[in-house]
């Protein structure tokens, strides 16, 4: 008991049970149902988060998925205080952001992909001077964040440039670096990458990298990006219908859901010579795809076993697609 006790000490977030409920206008379709939404409107109870449990330790990069509606932002806004569970308490380094969000924001970076916290109307810079304010940054710690923010996201180019001017990627620089400036030790990323071409998406990548290493900023990112969780993620909770359905290392996701691997045969002549250990997949012209199973045979014996029946001009081998695990996880089932 002991132990289990120092553990969640460790914890630097700690979601216990949450449940999120909305009320809500239950609408018909057409006119009709419309006047009737209007006129005698019937409520109904929406369950967005239910009874979600995790904790993450110090200088974990998490990544939060789930399908569109799973409840990934809800959850996000809740830890981040910005909406109160119905039940369940969440603490982040000890402290509930609802009975105390003060406190919590105070050691809480948030960035929304998709909404700024930057003001509209002012120069990037005069923003972060405002932001300086509010936290109460002392001068030399805000030098010190802003340099450090420079040498990672060349953010001194752009000070000057009002925040109406920016471009979606760096708007999202000056977020980031926004999102910093009180040195926080817990980071919440929402969509990050979001619409992002390929070299704004590798810098904002480089900063999580970089800010993970360097001050060892604990970090939950939700993202529909999967380039984003192959980089960057140590862990994966995947989220479906308000509930966690997996939760691990990327690697212990594959073996639980996709423990195969896929042997790409080219043939010398158009044909397709069956296993009994393994399945065809795929076929064009002479290449044969077959998908095996680690635990019934290894790559090499299977290519053996063809060998002897049709002659192999090449071979290949590929893991399970990210792409494909996450979709099966969504489902909830294990590969064929």
């Known amino acids: ?8 000490t460790m914890s630097v977030i700690e979601v216990n049970q949450i449940v999120k409920e909305f009320n809500v206008v239950k609408r018909e379709k057409g006119l009709k149902g ?4 209007l006129i005698k409107p019937e409520r ?23 399908p569109n509606g799973a409840g990934k932002s809800t959850t996000v806004k809740m830890m981040a205080g910005i909406l109160t569970p119905t039940s369940g308490e969440i603490l982040i380094n000890g402290v509930s952001p609802h009975k105390n969000r003060k406190k919590v924001v105070a050691d809480l970076g948030v960035v929304f992909g998709q909404r700024t916290q930057l003001n509209w109307d002012l120069r990037l810079g005069e923003s972060f001077e405002l932001l300086k304010r509010i936290y109460q940054i002392d001068e030399a710690t805000y030098r010190a964040n802003l340099k450090t923010m420079n040498e990672i996201l060349a953010i001194d180019e752009l000070l000057s440039t009002p925040v109406r001017q920016l471009s979606l ?39 999580i ?23 960057l993620c140590n862990r994966v909770i995947i989220i479906n219908h308000g ?29 397709a010579p069956n296993h009994p250990k393994a399945k065809i997949v795929d076929k064009a012209d002479t290449r044969v795809t077959y ?45 064929d």
């Open 1 to 8: 008991m002991g132990e289990k006790e120092s553990e969640t």
């Open 243 to 271: 509930k966690v359905i997996e939760d691990g290392s990327l690697n212990d996701l594959i073996e639980k859901i996709a423990p195969f691997r896929h042997l790409i045969v080219d043939y010398y002549a158009d044909i």
């Open 169 to 207: 990627g760096q708007r999202m620089r000056g977020d980031l670096t926004a999102a910093m400036l009180h040195s926080p030790s817990v980071l919440f990323l929402d969509e990050p990458t979001i619409g992002l071409d390929v070299d704004a998406k590798n810098a904002i990548r480089k900063f």
């Open 209 to 231: 990298k970089d800010i993970n290493q360097s001050r060892k900023t604990t970090i939950v990112l939700t993202t529909h990006d999967l380039g984003d969780i192959q980089e």
């Open 291 to 335: 998908r095996f199973w680690k635990k019934d045979i290894t790559a090499a014996r299977l290519i053996e076993d063809l060998s002897k029946t049709v002659q192999i001009r090449d071979v290949s081998l590929e893991e399970a697609d990210i792409e494909d695990i996450i979709s099966i996880a969504y489902k909830g089932k294990k590969a």
């Open 34 to 37: 419309s006047l009737k939404a």
């Open 44 to 66: 109904q109870t929406i369950k967005a988060v239910d009874g979600i449990s995790f904790c993450v330790e110090k200088g974990e990069i998490v990544a939060y998925i789930g």
